[in-house]
């Protein structure tokens, strides 16, 4: 099959607009919606640190990557990568050898931050001593790392590689649960709260499909591996809905997206605007209760 805007094979068929494209227009086509995204999220006005958060998996690979092609000219922004290695043995020492080689390549500060560092415990230690589902647990103490990292590190903004078919399964998770405070919360960040780093999330629009291609393409260093706790998440069930309505109605996943943005102004100014942020009286860290989720977790397991 050719390109359908030029001569050269396709290597890519794109089913929500009918287009089939080359390598240089597929690329045009994905950079095209990472620079968009990135204007409607950030206007850099004065020197800025931006954080990466980095797996070594394909998402948060291209995201690092995007970011530096992007970013890293400008004198004005400082780029640094940030790994959380959770302690799971079989899986995280695979992917922080993909990280540290893409880092190592684009010239970007790189910096690891250990779980086991931090809270005295790792995620394979969890998996047999928690309640909830290893992920739960996960979730929580990933995002207070990054949120502490990277206000030690003075980051402005942290860049995630969150793309579309994790935002729509996140919203429709939220919807299910009935959890409004938690989908007004979601990102990307618009106002700066103290003690939180707003974050951004420049692959929003872009299906997980399509980064895995533009990451074999350009040659981009990232891990295969996948989490060996993984299959116990929740989120399994959502996706696997998710993507059969997209299989079945091609655009379903922007639906969900372009509905969702619709609202979150009204639930910024409703409702998350309204929420208190109180300190964690055992942290210090921002929680909207008196102890913050990842202090009442570590407390659990404790006990």
């Known amino acids: 099959m050719k390109c359908s805007f030029c001569n050269k094979d396709a290597v890519a068929y794109i089913r929500y607009n009918g287009t089939h494209l080359c390598q240089d227009h597929f690329n045009r086509f994905f950079e095209k919606r990472v620079r968009l995204e990135f204007r409607e999220e950030i206007k850099i006005d004065r020197p800025v640190t931006l954080g990466v958060a980095i797996s070594g998996g394909k998402d948060s690979s291209v995201a690092l990557y995007e970011t530096h092609k992007i970013f890293g000219k400008r004198r004005d922004v400082r780029i640094i990568a940030i790994t959380i290695d959770e302690g799971i043995n079989s899986y995280r020492p695979k992917t922080m ?17 250990k ?98 291609l533009f990451a074999i393409l350009n040659g981009i260093d990232f891990s295969h591996d996948v989490c060996p706790y993984a299959d116990s998440a929740i989120r399994n069930e959502f996706r696997e809905s998710i993507d059969k ?33 109180n300190r964690c009286r055992i942290c210090g860290a921002p929680s909207a209760g008196e102890i913050c989720k990842s202090c009442a977790m570590e407390m659990e397991l404790k006990r």
């Open 97 to 113: 050898v993909s990280a540290i080689n893409l880092a190592n390549k684009l010239g970007v500060e790189h910096h690891i931050v």
């Open 115 to 212: 779980l086991e560092e931090r809270y005295g415990i790792t995620m394979d230690s969890i998996s047999q001593e928690g309640t909830l589902s290893p992920c739960s647990y996960c979730g929580v103490f990933r995002r207070r790392l990054l949120n502490d990292i990277s206000l030690d590190m003075k980051v402005d903004y942290l860049i995630t590689g969150l793309n579309l078919d994790d935002t729509a399964q996140s919203i429709i998770m939220n919807f299910a649960r009935g959890d409004i405070e938690r989908l007004g919360r979601m990102g990307p960040h618009f106002r700066v709260k103290e003690g939180l780093i707003p974050r951004l999330q420049p692959l929003r629009r872009i299906p997980e499909k399509e980064i895995l």
């Open 245 to 277: 309505w997209e299989e079945r109605t091609p655009g379903t996943k922007f639906a969900i997206l372009n509905s969702y943005d619709k609202i979150r102004e009204i639930l910024d100014a409703n409702i998350t605007g309204d929420i208190n942020v």
